[in-house]
């Protein structure tokens, strides 16, 4: 956390922001595998995405992570439909919020697109309940 002296509030508020939503072991990965070369990148979510859309007032983060949720399958972003799903461990999502999102997806987005975004889902319940088993 000492290089978030050299950032902006916006950016420090996106850094807490995206640790309580995406969990620190995810955001620790991330950092620690930035690069000068995606380090801009890295910067820019934090700030944009985390910082900016995240941490306004106004929706919860159970709100924002189904929005989120739904327009990622729409567009068909598999890697963050995932992240996204594992996130609502954090966000107060349940599973059954995350199925309503995606009946909205097949009616709005298409079938196929659900479809899929349903598929990973699923598999991230099962990872998830089995890490909890665990």
């Known amino acids: ?3 978030m002296r050299a950032h902006s509030e916006r950016y420090r508020q996106g850094i807490l922001t995206r640790r309580a939503v995406l969990g620190d072991p995810h ?8 690069t000068d070369f995606d380090r801009p990148f890295q910067e820019l979510i934090t700030e944009a995405a985390w910082g900016h859309v995240w941490s306004r007032p106004g929706w919860t983060k159970r709100e924002r992570s189904l929005v989120t949720i739904a327009v990622l399958a729409a567009l068909g972003h ?10 609502t461990a954090n966000t107060g999502a349940t599973r059954e919020d995350i199925g309503e999102a995606l009946l909205h997806v097949a009616i709005y987005a298409g079938v196929p697109a659900a479809n ?6 699923k598999e991230v319940f099962e990872q998830m309940d089995a890490e909890k088993a665990a």
């Open 27 to 34: 955001v620790d990965r991330a950092q620690s595998s930035t």
């Open 1 to 3: 956390m000492g290089e």
């Open 116 to 121: 899929r975004a349903i598929r990973i889902a």
């Open 78 to 87: 598999d890697e963050e439909v995932a992240m996204h799903v594992r996130a």
